[in-house]
């Protein structure tokens, strides 16, 4: 039954899909799975793939479409589980892409006699706990740093069965004189006193360093009661360091208690979503992922992925999360939350935060590895916020200076693909206007220029920016309007005042983000070539008063 070739194919099935949770799968010809979707409704989801409304990606998709199975579940959650494990059995063609996070570091309890406690970059299927993965390496280090301080467990390779133990085929190493070993491979510790430091060291793992404080204060008021006041003292210097990592982490507020945070921002190729786990009010990983997208999907769909994922991935059993927006399909035993104002909000801030530093820092790597893509990206920008046919690839900017009429001059500073190009910059004095008049002095500059562009067959820009409002900007229209070029070239004005620009024609400025590329770029522009004709200008002024001195002294 190939559903590409048959609509009453597909009309049949859709009739007796049921109206409840599931998930179903999409195979080709050759019966591989190439799809596979979670749904609130069975029924209305998978009809929405064949209307005729769908994007193009995914119409290339269900053209491919040979047969299609179902699982109903009993909730939207089993189903959100179902959905993962398939993915992550089957790798259809068509689902999301996670970024692999294997070049991450995890945390490891190692599955043996008296566990040792690691860093490592690759998991084993061996029985061992592992803990992240951590997307800082420095927060790791630190933390098994606090980990060797306060709980000396052992870190050698040695096989300490009970049999060796006793045979004491191992002896003392340097560890142990040092402190940072209790010295199980001879038996002065214990496995029991080995496993109560364990358990506190998932805690701290874990982020619940209020519970291993509260143990640790219990034995050291126990040390003191017996007046063993040195082991009380030592307990009460881990308890310190324990406070210390705290107050380094965030502390959100004792109110939030355990929840996860998430965020997300796409574009037509990738979403990136960020995480932050929450252990009783402190921060205790923060992750952003990749998700390639393959058939526009929508984001609800990319952040129940990414929530499945990574909750999974970090072992939350918080029943709290954070969301950006209230998701279509939701866990029964979860509370999802899209807060307004309070801490919940600003957690929520500090996520997106976080994601928008990672896309710019994303973006910043990449252009330090390709700088032909930085610059494609830029001018890209720049075309489509200021409406431009063409890229900016040349871009020339005017500004005039002039002192109470005097001197009056005007400066021109050239961009080649988004970088100062000086071996292009030009001055100009003003020879046909008298006194301060901005206006005519644009008009005869502009004149000037491209009339000497035209003669010489130069390279014409393919934006113009005059430093001033309106009135700049007509001057220099009507100069390339006369020259005919008013129609080949972009021409904006810049103002001082609120930084907007002004189009030909248009009687409302337009507005820029401050934050933008491209606003950043004129600015730079303008900036320049105000330096570029003060300093024209008072070279300028200088001779004159020299000139002026000279003629004095003949008299």
């Known amino acids: 039954m190939l559903f590409k070739n048959n609509i009453n194919a597909v009309n049949d099935t859709l009739k007796v899909l049921p109206d409840s949770p599931g998930v179903y799968m999409y195979f080709d010809e050759a019966g591989t799975i190439i799809y596979v979707g979670k749904a609130k409704s069975l029924k209305k989801r998978v009809a929405q793939y064949f209307n005729k409304d769908v994007s193009g990606k995914t119409k290339v998709m269900v053209g491919k479409i040979a047969d299609l199975k179902t699982i109903v579940v009993n909730t939207e959650a089993d189903a959100l589980l179902l959905e993962n494990n398939l993915i992550k059995e089957h790798k259809p063609r068509y689902n999301i892409l996670l970024k692999d996070d294997k070049t991450y570091p995890w945390l490891c309890i190692k599955n043996e006699n008296f566990p040792r406690v690691f860093k490592t970059r690759n998991k084993v299927d061996d029985g061992s706990e592992y803990f992240g993965p951590y997307a ?80 640790l204060e219990i034995d050291m008021y ?9 082991k009380a003292q030592i307990v009460k210097e881990k308890i310190e360091l324990l406070r210390q990592y705290k107050s380094k982490s965030l502390v959100t507020s004792t109110i939030v208690g355990d929840v996860d945070v998430f965020s997300i ?46 909750r999974m991935r970090y072992n939350s059993e918080s029943e709290m999360i954070i ?63 200021l409406r431009m046919p063409v890229e900016p690839r040349r871009i020339e900017c005017f500004d005039n200076s002039n ?30 206007v008298v006194g301060p008049d901005d206006f005519a002095s644009m008009e005869e500059v502009i004149f000037r220029r491209y009339k000497r562009v035209l003669d010489e067959g130069l390279e014409l820009p393919q934006l113009i920016i005059v430093d001033g409002g309106k009135g700049q900007l007509s001057s220099a229209l009507k100069s390339l309007e006369a020259l005919g070029l008013d129609k080949k070239i972009t021409v904006i004005g810049i103002a001082k005042r609120l930084e907007e620009l002004y189009y030909p024609g248009d009687s409302l400025p337009m507005y820029l983000n401050k934050n933008s590329e491209t606003l950043k770029i004129i600015q730079q522009l303008r900036d320049e070539a105000h330096r570029f004709g003060i300093t024209h200008h008072r070279n300028r002024r200088s001779k004159a008063m020299l000139k002026g001195g000279e003629s004095k002294k003949k008299k």
């Open 323 to 385: 969301v950006p927006f209230m998701p279509s399909i939701q866990n029964e035993n979860v509370k999802y939350i899209v807060p307004k104002t309070g801490d919940k909000k600003h957690l929520l801030e500090l996520s997106e935060r976080n994601l928008r530093f990672y896309i710019l820092e994303r973006e910043k790597r990449k252009d330090l590895v390709d700088p032909e893509r930085h610059t494609k990206r830029i001018l890209n920008t720049m075309m489509h916020d």
């Open 222 to 230: 126990e040390f003191a009661d017996k007046l063993e006041f040195e």
């Open 403 to 432: 002192l109470q009429g005097t001197e009056p001059v005007a400066a021109m500073v050239c961009f080649i693909d988004a970088k100062p190009a000086k071996r292009e910059y030009r001055h100009f004095n003003i020879k046909t």
């Open 265 to 310: 921002a796409s574009d037509d190729t990738m979403a990136f979503v960020n995480y932050m786990k929450i252990v009783e009010g402190s921060l205790v990983h923060v992750n952003t992922i990749e998700m390639k997208k393959i058939i526009d999907e929508q984001s609800d769909d990319l952040l129940m992925t990414a929530i499945s994922e990574l």
């Open 136 to 215: 800082s390496v420095r927060i790791l280090n630190t933390l098994i740093d606090l980990i060797a301080k306060i709980y000396p467990l052992r870190t050698c390779r040695h096989a300490l069965t009970d049999d060796n133990i006793k045979k004491r085929k191992y002896s003392l190493c340097l560890k142990y004189h040092i402190n940072r070993c209790l010295g199980p491979c001879v038996g002065l510790q214990s496995a029991e006193d080995y496993n109560v430091a364990l358990k506190h060291v998932r805690d701290i793992i874990t982020g619940k360093l209020s519970t291993v404080i509260k143990n």
